[in-house]
């Protein structure tokens, strides 16, 4: 069981801080905690409405500065938005691609809020007025590129027709319009339009289209009398009559459709040279305005602190957590940034566990392991954090499941790769690679001891049997120099492991045992600690029993002792289940030996998975050796590719399976007996600075 400092690790202790700070120090002093990122700010009013102080305090709001903050970050993401949509994409070469790098950080500091300001509004004098007129510029051609667009899609449906569109309406006489129609609508339009105009009417119809919605229409134009206007128009409508509205332009659709074309040709050129203008501009302001926008940003937030506190007409208040080893840090930054003027106390932690924000606090070596709890939840505050617990298991379990020196080798490079290089931009990187580095190593150790390099590899095509030499301990598909049907590594009679995968299953249940007797002892630990003895003994205790009396009736050869101990642990569980709901829950309690069993045999998995990447690897092996031994010339780089394409599938697929089923171990049987988790992360108001340092 892992320990730190003569205990379970538990996250960092927190404190609770009050400051009372003058109004005329309180921007110094927000802008130091904010840079230290040490305090997680609390709704200062909602704390105190049962206090003295609740009546001295009333309601802040975010400080005056704030507004144009606002409006100029409003600013500065608008034409950095600009640019990022007609950015040119950047061909990055592969070592780019593979070995990302930071930004240039550039050192900028305000003093006050007027500075940062100032440095802003500066910064977009220079480029706004002639960003805004290229922006401006830039929509008008796309709307009237879209417009002549949308014209010409219109125009092609009709484009059949030699017909001058500028008779196209309605006239003195005559009322000429054109659309599209379905074939079995336009019988029954000519009909019922003959009945209404008299036959006072011309349908020309061309030849059908297909609409892309893939549509079948027939385009056709319409002659009537213009004193039936209302009465044709609302047969059209009757009919679903798709009407084509066409602006008064002059000339055959044909001819329209060239000069549309012509003119989006050169509007087409405009846009280009116009990107081209606001490129050039972006080149040269792109990263000032990032770090224009990342100080806009910081600025934001501290004016959105002002109204986490309480407020007198002199002084402000403020509430917040701070991690206890951090408290004297924190308090001696707002001493010197109000220059004296404010006064700093603790308040003794009195709230609802839930609510008191929890920071998981492990070595430096362990904190990437932090992700693998916080997938699950993050403890509650006085909870156990079981990152460290979680370690020794995820990686031996992953090691056994994978099974195999050369994929451990690729998974530890891939892991170094993500680490080393991915992580240096990202932190979800950099904490996954760091694990699948070490995962890679206990992958590589539990491929040494079982002889997996490629599954068979050796024995396929080097004809090198490792199993028949000491290089191997155990063979996970059969016998080996060590454990076989000769020198069986157990005898007892009744149980002989004489082969590997009995030996593996054997190892995967002692271990689950030991793994479910940590967690177990840990619960029953925590328990005793909250005072709730009867959960102590009914939830954990019972287990405890049963598993040190299985152990004692092995070592004596007494198996009375453990049929009495599972009699005494069914007791135990029909005691348990009628305390919780009577004689109904008593019945089912006798399932809860069926249900420990079941976590117990759980851990098999360890074998299954190992089972299944060397079975899998030996089968790829297989398939590669008949294919060059089958097919003559080429057959030997189809060979290849099977060992290739199938190593890597077996790798990719085997590799995530021992992860997801790592972590459920964990997870399910070993959260279980002593985890609930749920709690709420601690959250400081800090400076996420990724263009800029102070």
């Known amino acids: 069981m892992l320990l730190l400092k003569g205990g379970l690790v538990k996250p960092a202790r927190m404190k609770k801080i009050k400051a009372v700070v003058l109004d005329e120090k309180m921007d110094s002093v927000v802008r130091a905690l904010h840079e230290d990122g040490h305090v997680e700010l609390c709704e200062y009013i909602s704390k105190a409405e049962n206090s003295e102080l609740s009546e001295l305090l009333s309601p802040s709001t975010p400080a005056p500065y704030g507004r144009p903050v606002a409006s100029l970050l409003i600013k500065v993401s608008r034409i950095l938005d600009l640019f990022d949509s007609v950015k040119e994409e950047e061909k990055k070469g592969i070592s780019e691609i593979l070995n990302p790098q930071l930004p240039n950080k550039k050192k900028i500091s305000f003093n006050h809020s007027d500075e940062l300001l100032n440095y802003v509004e500066n910064t977009l004098s220079n480029i706004e007025k002639n960003v805004n007129q290229l922006s401006n510029k830039l929509n008008e051609l796309e709307s009237k590129k879209s417009s002549l667009e949308s014209l010409t899609a219109s125009l092609k449906n009709i484009s059949q027709f030699d017909v001058d569109l500028s008779l196209i309406g309605i006239g003195e006489y005559v009322y000429v319009t054109v659309g599209l129609i379905s074939e079995n609508n336009l019988s029954n339009l000519k009909s019922n339009l003959s009945a209404v105009t008299g036959e006072y009417f011309e349908i020309i119809q061309g030849n059908s289209v297909t609409l892309e919605g893939g549509d079948i229409k027939i385009p056709v134009i319409i002659v009537s009398l213009s004193q039936q206007l209302d009465e044709v128009n609302a047969e059209l409508r009757k009919s679903g009559f798709e009407r084509i509205d066409i602006p008064?332009?002059?000339?055959?659709?044909?001819?329209?459709?060239?000069?549309?074309?012509?003119?989006?040709?050169?509007?087409?050129?405009?846009?280009?040279?116009?990107?081209?203008?606001?490129?050039?501009?972006?080149?040269?302001?792109?990263?000032?305005?990032?770090?224009?926008?990342?100080?806009?940003?910081?600025?934001?937030?501290?004016?959105?602190?002002?109204?986490?506190?309480?407020?007198?007409?002199?002084?402000?208040?403020?509430?917040?957590?701070?991690?206890?080893?951090?408290?004297?840090?924190?308090?001696?930054?707002?001493?010197?940034?109000?220059?004296?003027?404010?006064?700093?106390?603790?308040?003794?932690?009195?709230?609802?566990?839930?609510?008191?924000?929890?920071?998981?606090?492990?070595?430096?070596?362990?904190?990437?392991?932090?992700?693998?709890?916080?997938?699950?939840?993050?403890?509650?505050?006085?909870?156990?954090?079981?990152?460290?617990?979680?370690?020794?298991?995820?990686?031996?379990?992953?090691?056994?499941m994978l099974t195999d020196a050369v994929y451990g080798f690729l998974l530890m490079l891939s892991g170094l790769f993500m680490w080393k290089k991915l992580g240096k931009v990202s932190e979800g990187a950099h904490d996954l690679g760091y694990i699948l580095t070490l995962s890679g190593i206990f992958t590589m150790i539990a491929g040494i001891i079982t002889g997996g390099y490629?599954?068979?590899?050796?024995?396929?095509?080097?004809?090198?049997?490792?199993?028949?030499?000491?290089?191997?301990?155990?063979?996970?598909?059969?016998?080996?120099?060590?454990?076989?049907?000769?020198?069986?590594?157990?005898?007892?009679?009744?149980?002989?492991?004489?082969?590997?995968?009995?030996?593996?299953?054997?190892?995967?249940?002692?271990?689950?045992?030991?793994?479910?007797?940590?967690?177990?002892?840990?619960?029953?630990?925590?328990?005793?600690?909250?005072?709730?003895?009867?959960?102590?003994?009914?939830?954990?205790?019972?287990?405890?029993?049963?598993?040190?009396?299985?152990?004692?009736?092995?070592?004596?050869?007494?198996?009375?002792?453990?049929?009495?101990?599972?009699?005494?642990?069914?007791?135990?569980?029909?005691?348990?289940?009628?305390?919780?709901?009577?004689?109904?829950?008593?019945?089912?309690?006798?399932?809860?030996?069926?249900?420990?069993?079941?976590?117990?045999?759980?851990?098999?998995?360890?074998?299954?998975?190992?089972?299944?990447?060397?079975?899998?690897?030996?089968?790829?092996?297989?398939?590669?050796?008949?294919?060059?031994?089958?097919?003559?010339?080429?057959?030997?780089?189809?060979?290849?590719?099977?060992?290739?394409?199938?190593?890597?599938?077996?790798?990719?697929?085997?590799?995530?399976?021992?992860?997801?089923?790592?972590?459920?171990?964990?997870?399910?049987?070993?959260?279980?007996?002593?985890?609930?988790?749920?709690?709420?992360?601690f959250k400081p108001f800090k400076a996420n600075r990724e263009y800029t340092t102070e």
């Open 248 to 400: 008064k332009l002059e000339g055959t659709p044909n001819e329209i459709i060239s000069k549309t074309s012509s003119e989006i040709s050169n509007i087409n050129s405009e846009i280009k040279n116009t990107i081209n203008e606001i490129n050039k501009i972006s080149k040269e302001w792109y990263d000032k305005l990032l770090v224009a926008h990342e100080v806009l940003e910081i600025e934001r937030e501290r004016a959105e602190a002002y109204a986490y506190c309480g407020k007198t007409d002199r002084t402000y208040v403020i509430d917040g957590w701070v991690p206890e080893k951090y408290y004297n840090k924190v308090k001696e930054i707002i001493e010197n940034a109000s220059e004296g003027y404010a006064v700093v106390e603790s308040e003794k932690v009195n709230a609802p566990e839930e609510e008191i924000p929890v920071l998981l606090d492990n070595p430096k070596w362990a904190k990437p392991f932090e992700m693998l709890t916080n997938m699950f939840a993050p403890p509650k505050y006085n909870e156990i954090d079981p990152t460290m617990l979680i370690i020794p298991g995820f990686l031996m379990f992953y090691g056994i």
């Open 454 to 681: 490629l599954g068979d590899f050796l024995l396929q095509f080097l004809n090198i049997d490792l199993y028949n030499t000491p290089f191997a301990i155990l063979n996970p598909l059969g016998s080996s120099l060590y454990v076989g049907e000769n020198n069986p590594l157990i005898d007892l009679g009744i149980l002989s492991v004489n082969n590997g995968p009995i030996a593996i299953l054997l190892f995967s249940v002692i271990v689950g045992i030991i793994h479910l007797f940590i967690a177990l002892t840990i619960g029953f630990k925590e328990n005793l600690s909250r005072n709730k003895i009867k959960e102590a003994i009914l939830n954990q205790g019972i287990w405890i029993f049963l598993i040190i009396a299985l152990i004692v009736g092995l070592a004596i050869n007494m198996p009375m002792i453990i049929v009495g101990a599972v009699g005494v642990a069914i007791l135990l569980s029909v005691i348990k289940g009628y305390l919780e709901g009577g004689p109904l829950n008593a019945g089912l309690g006798l399932l809860d030996i069926t249900g420990f069993l079941g976590n117990v045999l759980s851990y098999a998995r360890l074998l299954a998975l190992c089972l299944a990447t060397g079975g899998l690897a030996m089968a790829v092996n297989i398939m590669a050796n008949l294919l060059k031994d089958s097919i003559p010339v080429v057959g030997i780089i189809f060979a290849i590719v099977m060992l290739i394409g199938g190593h890597a599938f077996n790798f990719v697929m085997n590799g995530l399976g021992s992860f997801i089923h790592s972590l459920r171990l964990h997870y399910v049987e070993f959260f279980g007996q002593f985890y609930e988790g749920g709690g709420k992360r």
